[in-house]
């Protein structure tokens, strides 16, 4: 207890230097919080965007000899064809189930006079999609029955469309936009939450009914099967027994429906953030060694400043092991308390930045305990020399220094 006292005594006596000596230890630790808080951040928005909704499972069609891994297969592509009836009737009949969407993608851009939002993900989506999805509304309506009745050529996008096009999402309503050579009227603009980056910046999305895509497409073939599970629990089971029952009533013999495993997906994406939060992580950590040098030559030159300190306490009777142990628990006392300011920095900056990112970041506790741990240890190591060397030090020698 007196090596703690002696440690914040000579800490409160040099303030101004002891936060200097602290400051590599500060920014190091810092770093790599906030490098571990937003890679976490990212890796939880990216297995999000890969399971996608817990209550949606997905099945696709995979010919025989294609030994497709579900995590890699392109479920956006058309699938065999497929009749609607099929699928409701596997929704019927399939235990845990109580509904089905299907949807047709393209990449487009969206014109209005000119203003052109290029790389939009236009979806023609069937309507339980809208049920599924629980598209929040920021203005305007969603897709109609009459919209898929009449072949309506209406349209809902989401807000990064909607800003690009318009003052504000108001203004979006009832606007004639182009799509390639046909025109969509805006009904409805939409939130999405799960925005992506492409080679133009953000990707806007769109939904379109898919009766109407299909048709100016001249084709009715089913790019994605889906379905709303009610039973989220066992969803798992649950796709595989709609897959069988797909496979069965298409009766086809060159290939057979499964349902889209993530679980490879998942493993590679934790696989990939986990390296590269390590990677980046280990060149931020290299700061932290900078403060340790910082925190060695401070220690030495404490020890010569209070070399006959030194010498009178060995003369007073205190031992090569109480010396060391003082000075180190004084080098150890510099690098936590540097380390729990850069913690609480971190933890206080993490969450804003994520914000502006749209990520949810935060400070783990096993990233909070081990970087103190780890500051601690800078401490003892880079301690270690300028304790050896006060320890070493002849009293006598020590009472004659001036």
């Not at 090569?320 to 510099?334: A, D, G, N, P, Y």
């Not at 502006?356 to 270690?384: E, P, Q, R």
């Amino acid at each position: 207890m007196e090596n703690w006292k002696f440690a914040l005594s000579s800490i409160r006596s040099h303030k101004m230097r002891s936060f200097l000596t602290m400051l590599g230890i500060i920014i190091g630790v810092a770093a790599v919080v906030l490098i571990m808080g937003l890679g976490n951040g990212m890796r939880q928005s990216v297995t999000d965007s890969v399971t996608g909704d817990k209550d949606t499972v997905q099945v696709y069609y995979e010919a025989k000899g294609e030994e497709l891994d579900p995590a890699y297969a392109d479920l956006s592509q058309p699938t065999k064809p497929v009749k609607e009836v099929w699928l409701e009737q596997v929704a019927r009949q399939t235990p845990g189930i109580d509904s089905y969407f299907v949807t047709n993608s393209l990449t487009s851009s969206i014109s209005l006079q000119k203003k052109t939002v290029k790389n939009v993900n236009i979806t023609g989506a069937s309507q339980g999609y809208f049920k599924a999805k629980k598209l929040e509304m920021l203005t305007g309506r969603s897709l109609q029955d009459n919209d898929y009745k009449n072949f309506s050529r209406v349209i809902v996008i989401d807000q990064m469309v909607a800003k690009k096009l318009f003052e504000t999402n108001g203004d979006a309503l009832n606007q004639v936009v182009t799509i390639g050579n046909n025109d969509y009227r805006v009904i409805g603009v939409y939130k999405n939450k799960d925005t992506a980056i492409g080679a133009y910046g953000e990707i806007g999305t769109a939904l379109v009914a898919n009766t109407q895509l299909a048709a100016e497409n001249n084709t009715d073939a089913i790019g994605q099967i889906f379905f709303h599970v009610t039973d989220v629990k066992n969803s798992s089971s649950v796709a595989k027994d709609a897959a069988k029952r797909l496979t069965q009533l298409a009766q086809d013999d060159n290939g057979e429906y499964k349902a889209a495993d993530m679980s490879s997906a998942l493993d590679q994406v934790n696989t990939i953030f986990g390296t590269i939060t390590t990677v980046v992580g280990a060149i931020a950590g290299i700061s932290l060694l900078v403060g340790g040098i910082g925190v060695m030559n401070i220690m030495l030159v404490s020890v010569t400043e209070r070399t006959r300190e030194i010498g009178l306490r060995k003369a007073l009777g205190a031992t090569r092991r109480k010396i060391l142990t003082q000075f180190l628990i004084e080098s150890m006392v510099l690098t936590i308390l540097g380390g729990l300011i850069g913690l609480g920095f971190a933890a206080l900056v993490v969450g804003p930045i994520g914000n502006t990112m749209d990520l949810k970041a935060t400070v783990s506790l096993g990233v909070a305990m081990g970087s103190i741990a780890f500051s601690a240890a800078v401490g003892i190591i880079f301690g270690l020399l300028p304790a050896n060397k006060a320890s070493k030090l002849d009293p006598i020698e020590a009472l004659r220094y001036d």
